[in-house]
C-alpha cells in the first residue's frame, strides 16, 4: 500500500467533516432525510429508502473506524425493521411516498444490513439475513444470473424493464454480505453479474456499458432519449458507473481470490480507460460529463460529485491492485478537481452537482441528499485493499 505521502491530506481528513455534516440527517419520523445545501433536513420530503441505507452504512463504516455514530446506525436499522419495511408483503418500500419494491433500494438495504452487522448493531444480523432472503426469493432470476428491478407492493406484478445499475450496487451489496457472513454464494452472485455485464455487454459495446434491458434481457440503446438527463435512468452510457463497474471487479477478484478469471482485472482497467477517454474534459473544459451516447459523443454534460467521487475510488483501487503510476496520477489530478471544484468548504459537503462550467447546478436533483459517494471515495485510500469497505473494517484476531 502506497504511503500516506500518496494521498492528500485533504482526503484524509474528509471523511470526519463529511461525517459532520450529515450529523443532522436522522429523520424524526425515522430513517434519514435528504439534505439541503447546508446540511439540513429536508422534513417535507418522503423519507427515502436509499438514502436512509446510504447512511446507515456511512455511519456503521464511521463506527468500525472509532466514531461515535452508533446511534445513527440504530436508528437506520429501526426505520428499516420498521417505517420502511412492508410488514404485510415483504420487502422494502421506496420511500415512505411509493410502495412499489425495487432492486435498486433492496440492494442498499443489504449494505446497510451488512455494515451494521460488521459494526454490531442489535438487530442488524436480522435484518441482513431478511433482504438477502427477499433479493434472493424476489429479484434473482437464475436463468440471467442477475437481479430483476421493480415490482409492485405485493409482488404480483413486475416491470418488464430489467437495469445495470440496480446489478451495480447488487454486486456491491453481496460483496458486503459475504464478507460479513462468510457466506461465499454472494461471491458466486457477483461474479454472475459482472461476467454478463461486463464482460459480456460492456465488451461487446466499447466499453460503453449498456444500462437498460428488457425482460429478455435484450439491449434497449434508445431508452429515455426523451429523458437525458434521469437521475436513475438515464439514456446512453453512465460515465460514473464505469468506474463503479471498474473498482467493484478489482474488489471480486479480491473475494475471489485464486478463484478470480483471469479478465477481471484487465475488464476493469479497459472500463476505467472508457470512462476516461469518453468522460473527462471531453467537451475543453475540465470534469467529467454525466452520459454519452454510444459513439462516446457527450450527452448531458452537467458534473455530478459521484462522478468525479467514483473515478477517484477506481483510480486508487487500480493502482493498489496493479502498481500502474499512471493511476495513481489520475487520483492525484481528479482528488485536485474535486477539492478546487466540488468541495463546498463553506456550507460542508461537496456541491452535488456542477454545470458544464463547473457552477453550481441544480438540474438533475437540489441540495446534497447524503455523503454516501464522497465518503466512500475519500475513506478507501485509508484503508486496506478487500473486498468490501466493511470487510476491510472488520475486526480481525
Known amino acids: 500500500m502506497d504511503s ?17 455534516f450529515a450529523g443532522a440527517a436522522a429523520h424524526p419520523g425515522g430513517g434519514f432525510a435528504w439534505l439541503d445545501d ?3 433536513p429536508v422534513l417535507d420530503r418522503p423519507v427515502e429508502t436509499w438514502i436512509t441505507c446510504r ?32 410488514a404485510r408483503h415483504g420487502g422494502w418500500y421506496a420511500s415512505t411516498a411509493v ?85 461465499a454464494v454472494w461471491t458466486r452472485r457477483a461474479l454472475s453479474i459482472v461476467e454478463r455485464l461486463v464482460h459480456g455487454e460492456a465488451r461487446a459495446h466499447g ?39 471498474a473498482r467493484l471487479a478489482v474488489h471480486l477478484g479480491r473475494a475471489l481470490g485464486a478463484d478470480a478469471p483471469p479478465w477481471l482485472v484487465p475488464d476493469a482497467a479497459a472500463l476505467f480507460e472508457a470512462g476516461v477517454r469518453y468522460g473527462w474534459a471531453v467537451d475543453g473544459r475540465p470534469g467529467f460529463v454525466y452520459t454519452t451516447d454510444f459513439a462516446g459523443t457527450p450527452v448531458v454534460r452537467t458534473r455530478l460529485h459521484w462522478v468525479v467521487a467514483e473515478a477517484m475510488a477506481a ?46 447546478a441544480a438540474t438533475v436533483w ?10 466512500q471515495a475519500t475513506l478507501l485510500p485509508q484503508l486496506p485493499p478487500a473486498a468490501s469497505f466493511a470487510g476491510a473494517l472488520l475486526p480481525r484476531d
Not at 432519449?225 to 437521475?231: D, F, L, T, W
Not at 489530478?333 to 456542477?354: P, T, Y
Not at 437540489?366 to 465518503?375: C, E, F, M, N, Q
Open 99 to 183: 410502495d412499489e419494491k425495487r432492486a435498486y433500494e433492496h440492494a442498499f438495504v443489504v449494505l446497510a444490513a451488512a455494515s451494521a452487522t460488521a459494526a454490531g448493531a442489535d438487530g442488524a444480523p436480522a435484518l441482513l439475513a431478511e433482504a438477502l432472503e427477499t433479493v434472493e426469493r424476489r429479484f434473482w432470476e437464475p436463468g440471467a444470473g442477475l437481479v430483476a428491478d421493480v415490482w409492485d407492493r405485493g409482488w404480483t406484478h413486475l416491470e418488464d424493464y430489467r437495469g445495470a445499475n440496480a446489478n451495480m450496487h447488487t454486486v456491491e451489496a453481496f460483496l458486503a454480505a459475504a464478507d460479513v457472513t462468510g457466506d
Open 4 to 20: 500516506p505521502s500518496s494521498v492528500p491530506a485533504w482526503v484524509r481528513a474528509e471523511p470526519a467533516r463529511l461525517l459532520g
Open 207 to 245: 466499453w460503453l456499458l449498456p444500462e437498460h434491458y428488457d425482460a429478455d434481457w435484450r439491449v434497449r440503446l434508445e431508452f429515455n432519449r426523451g429523458e437525458p438527463a434521469h437521475p436513475f435512468r438515464p439514456f446512453g452510457a453512465t460515465i460514473g458507473h464505469l468506474f463503479e463497474w
Open 55 to 86: 447512511m446507515t452504512h456511512v455511519f456503521a463504516l464511521a463506527s468500525l473506524r472509532g466514531a461515535d455514530t452508533g446511534e445513527q446506525v440504530s436508528h437506520g436499522v429501526a426505520a428499516l425493521t420498521g417505517l420502511l419495511r412492508d
Open 366 to 375: 437540489a441540495g446534497k441528499p447524503d455523503v454516501y459517494h464522497a465518503y
Open 315 to 360: 483510480a486508487w483501487t487500480l493502482h493498489q491492485e496493479t502498481g500502474e503510476p499512471g493511476h495513481l496520477a489520475r487520483f492525484r489530478e481528479w482528488c485536485d478537481h474535486a477539492e478546487r471544484c466540488f468541495v463546498d468548504r463553506e456550507l460542508g459537503s461537496w456541491h452535488h452537482e456542477l454545470d458544464p462550467d463547473n457552477r453550481p
Open 38 to 40: 447546508a446540511g439540513r
